[in-house]
């Protein structure tokens, strides 16, 4: 039953560094098709909309940031 809720959450990965190769594994291992997102915070920071990433934090069941 838990496993069935678990896989209807939506899970935004926030990286803040770009990953290595361990941690682009764990993302996908705990990627769940199309209701997961990758943002990155190491690219365009400059014109990174923050109020959308906020937006986009309380839009998502489960968020997991890497640094």
Do not use: C
Not at 26 to 54: A, H, M
Request: proline share 1%.
């Amino acid at each position: 039953f838990l496993f069935k809720e678990a896989s209807k959450m939506k899970i935004l990965h926030i990286l803040r560094t770009r990953p290595d190769v361990t941690v682009e594994k764990l993302i996908q291992g705990s990627t769940n098709g199309d209701r997961s997102k990758v943002t990155t915070l190491y690219e365009l920071q400059d014109e990174r909309d923050w109020s959308k990433l906020v937006d986009e934090i309380f839009s998502n069941d489960k968020v997991i940031s890497w640094w």
